[in-house]
């Protein structure tokens, strides 16, 4: 039977709960348990899909086709394992489960309620049948949060029925600092862990968030009025480089006291890799020069917009021994006039995105780059407007578009396969050309990559691009046309799916490494 550790949060948003529960999954899978991990997110969203990337970051993509809070690709790239549309769980899929659950009459003619009807609900996404050791469970939002409270109620029902050594609760809250009278404050968190009380829960181990070390005095104090072991009151504290906090949570027993409190026996960790990560990525980050990238789109006043890209340039990075530079520019306020600015950089990104805001934006961008020979790669509508720009500068077809923009245009060269136009989601299949980029670059002529699109490369247009210069050297089953380069000159590749939700530390993605090394080499 697996066992539980339940991870929550309290006094304020974004502290870090999503990392901290992919480090303790990290920790407890270098000690060979099998580890995987949930998010239940309150919102009534049923999922990412239909979120802008200004609410809560990118949509991620799991290889079923799930889409998903991006906490879900730093589980993925933190555990390295490959999660599904089970891992992210909302209250809109609660709640639509169980209104259906009584339109269909399931509920014996009862009287629906959140407890027992919502809050078995949620227990059974918990308690799922897995076949893993140790089932790590997030609870979005912030205690006192009143659309937490189902959740929380279901996890402390879990908690008695599971048994004490078989599921733990993990509170992480925030311990602020007053500059003005130089004192840490542990109040909000005795407050916080109150809360909890409240609902019937004792957290086992209080992870405090703050910018300074917690002294003794504040431990002792939070473990005195919040009832918990001082072993068990642990630091995380900010940092610029996330794969440093699950090493700063093992020097501190974070795994050794979770196994612990469920019963089971400690090992040593394997933490090598991880190490050699951290290390590398701090002395890649002290260096001068390096590469320097911009990422031009139209969310990016929202840096979380494109996190597994950021993250995928990462990992690449550290694979080259090169240090990458990231700029971001804003896909609406380029045009003629200053898109020359591009020139500044050794290469160049187009990444996806949707709607036609911003879309003038990159195809002026695409226009630029490929005339003046700037490395650059284009995902999902940064390569449709890198398409949509060639078909109007090279084959003469000015009024070239995405039928997505102009349902009426003569030149569709970027379309719907099907009417009206549905999600393509998950991993697929593609064949490579051979002696193409992309071949070189995977070193092999098949790949499975994830996708989230509605719109394709036209395929009625393929024989006109080549014709033309322009060869597409991806394809999907049906033969539809999933990535195009130039050949000879520069690196110019535009791909339709996404190759960065697949790219971890220790696995950096190909085809980002292909465009980074043709960006040191310039060629």
Request: charged share 25%; aromatic share 8%.
């Amino acid at each position: 039977m697996a066992k539980y550790v339940f991870v929550s949060g309290g006094v304020a948003s974004g502290l870090g709960k999503g990392i901290t529960a992919a480090s303790l999954g990290r920790l407890l899978k270098a000690r060979g348990r099998k580890v995987t991990l949930k998010k239940f997110d309150p919102y009534f969203n049923v999922d990412s899909s239909n979120l802008s990337p200004y609410q809560h970051g990118e949509v991620f993509v799991t290889e079923d086709g799930g889409e998903s809070d991006l906490v879900i690709g730093h589980y993925e790239r933190f555990i390295d394992e490959n999660l599904n549309k089970s891992s992210d769980i909302t209250s809109g899929q609660i709640y639509s489960a169980v209104i259906d659950n009584e339109r269909k009459g399931l509920y014996n003619g009862g009287t629906v309620q959140v407890v027992p009807h919502v809050t078995d609900e949620i227990k059974k996404r918990v308690l799922a049948p897995t076949d893993a050791d140790i089932v790590i469970v997030e609870i979005g939002g912030t205690v006192g949060d009143i659309e937490c409270h189902p959740f929380l109620e279901a996890i402390r029902q879990c908690r008695r029925q599971l048994g004490k050594s078989n599921a733990v609760f993990v509170h992480v809250t925030l311990v602020p600092y007053i500059e003005v009278s130089h004192e840490q404050k542990t109040k909000p968190t005795q407050h916080s862990v109150k809360e909890l009380q409240n609902l019937g829960i004792q957290p086992d181990v209080i992870i405090c968030r703050s910018d300074y070390e917690i002294d003794l005095s504040s431990r002792n104090k939070m473990s005195l009025f919040c009832n918990v072991d001082k072993d068990c009151i642990l630091q995380s504290l900010t940092t610029e480089n996330i794969y440093e906090v699950p090493l700063r949570l093992e020097e501190q027993g974070l795994a050794s006291v979770v196994l612990r409190k469920l019963s089971l026996e400690d090992s040593e960790p394997d933490l090598r890799s991880q190490r050699e990560y951290f290390e590398k990525k701090e002395e890649l980050a002290k260096r001068k020069g390096g590469l320097k990238i911009a990422v031009l789109g139209k969310y990016v006043e929202k840096h979380d917009a494109y996190i597994s890209l950021i993250e995928a340039l990462g990992h690449s990075s550290i694979a080259l021994d090169e240090k990458v530079s990231v700029t971001y520019i804003s896909s609406e306020r380029i045009n003629e006039k200053n898109v020359s600015r591009l020139s500044d950089f050794d290469g160049v990104i187009i990444p996806a995105g949707f709607g036609v805001r911003g879309f003038d934006g990159k195809v002026t961008a695409a226009h630029y780059v490929r005339t003046n020979g700037i490395p650059a790669l284009m995902l999902g509508l940064g390569a449709q407007a890198a398409l949509v720009e060639y078909a109007r500068d090279v084959l003469g077809m000015p009024n070239a578009s995405s039928t997505e923009f102009d349902p009426d245009t003569c030149a569709p060269v970027v379309t719907s396969l099907v009417t009206p136009p549905v999600f393509r989601k998950g991993a697929f299949t593609s064949k490579l050309k051979k002696g193409s980029r992309l071949e070189k670059a995977y070193g092999k002529t098949s790949v499975s990559e994830r996708h989230r699109h509605k719109y394709d490369f036209n395929k009625d247009y393929a024989e006109a691009f080549e014709k033309h210069g322009l060869e597409f050297t991806a394809f999907a089953s049906d033969g539809t046309p999933e990535a195009f380069e130039l050949g000879g000159g520069k690196f110019f590749v535009g791909v339709i799916f996404r190759p960065e939700f697949k790219s971890r530390p220790n696995r950096p993605h190909p085809l980002i490494c292909a465009f980074l090394l043709s960006c040191k080499n310039k060629a």
